[in-house]
C-alpha cells in the first residue's frame, strides 16, 4: 500500500475521534470515494500513534543519508537531455 497522504491522515484523525470507530471511518472514506481505504488495523495503529505522539507526521527514515544533492541530480539530468544516446 502506498504512503497515505497528509490530507487523509488528518481525516482519518478527525473520523477517529468524531465516530470513535474503525468501521465507521472505513466506510465513511469509501462514501467519500477515496482511493485509498486503509485496512482495520491500520487505521488503529495509526490513531494510536497519534494519541500517544500527537502527530501525523512520519518519522525520519534510519539508514545512510543520501550523499547527492540537487545540484548534482541536475547536472546528470543536463548531460542526458543534452546526449540522450549517452549512458552513465
Known sequence: MP?????????????MAKLESV?????TL??????IIPERKTLT??????????SVEDLDRSGRPKIIDQNQIIQVET?????QHSSL
Not at 490513531?47 to 500517544?52: L, P, Q
Open 30 to 35: 469509501k462514501q467519500e470515494k477515496w482511493e
Open 45 to 54: 495503529k495509526f490513531y494510536a500513534k497519534f494519541c500517544s505522539t500527537g
Open 3 to 15: 504512503r497515505l497522504s497528509l490530507e487523509i491522515k488528518i481525516r482519518i484523525i478527525l473520523l
Open 79 to 83: 548531460v542526458l537531455r543534452e546526449n
Open 23 to 27: 468501521t465507521l471511518v472505513r466506510r
